[in-house]
T-cell receptor, first 114, second 114 residues
């Protein structure tokens, strides 16, 4: 099976712009979670989608949003980018909803905001 | 919110030695504990996991132990090799929502010197 695929791998944006990141989960996985990874804060949960519905949301401002399509692919969007949004954004998929199944991570999208 | 403490933050060992990473969790309802390895430029990859009805699990050179009473679990790597050098994350399942379904420790950077 192909793993979790995230595109693009790298992005450079300017403050104030918006960005969309894409994630294709492992075939058959219906849950997609997004995490922000920074050296100081570690892995911070953004949101989780299951069957096209947002099930959980982390403590991030409304500038961070996401969606999931009927084929389980997911996108996240960050509007009005700030310098502090520079991070590695990781997508993870799981066959079921909830915390008792392993998360399978992609290699992430490295976002740099200048 | 709930928390997972991970120690040490950095660990340096000689090739062939053993390495131990310890984690403590706060939510007594947690019952699934995965460990992830993250190499440079890649996303975290699951290396081993344990559920609360098991006290110990082993996979070749890697073992995990769980003490539910004390709320701590540990990763043991024996006969370390240079390719074991990476950042390791522990995690505990959580059902509270805003922190996601897995709460992660801050990570341990393991360096194995040849």
């Amino acid at each position: 099976k192909a793993g979790v695929t995230q595109t693009p791998r790298y992005l450079i944006k300017t403050r104030g712009q918006q960005v969309t990141l894409s994630c294709s989960p492992i075939s058959g996985h219906r849950s997609v979670s997004w995490y922000q990874q920074t050296p100081g804060q570690g892995l911070q949960f953004l949101f989780e989608y299951f069957s096209e519905t947002q099930r959980n949301k982390g403590n991030f401002p409304g500038r961070f949003s996401g969606r999931q399509f009927s084929n389980s692919r997911s996108e996240m969007n960050v509007s009005t980018l700030e310098l502090g949004d520079s991070a590695l954004y990781l997508c993870a998929s799981s066959p079921i909803l909830g915390g008792e199944s392993p998360l399978h991570f992609g290699n992430g999208t490295r976002l740099t905001v200048t | 919110g709930e928390n997972v403490e991970q120690h040490p933050s950095t660990l340096s060992v000689q090739e062939g030695d053993s390495a131990v990473i310890k984690c403590t969790y706060s939510d007594s309802a947690s019952n699934y504990f995965p460990w992830y390895k993250q190499e440079l430029g890649k996303g975290p990859q699951l290396i081993i996991d344990i559920r609360s009805n098991v006290g110990e699990k082993k996979d070749q050179r890697i073992a995990v132990t769980l003490n539910k009473t004390a709320k701590h679990f540990s990763l043991h790597i024996t006969e370390t090799q240079p390719e074991d050098s990476a950042v390791y994350f522990c995690a505990a399942s959580y059902y509270g929502g805003s922190q996601g379904n897995l709460i992660f420790g801050k990570g341990t950077k393991l360096s194995v010197k040849p």
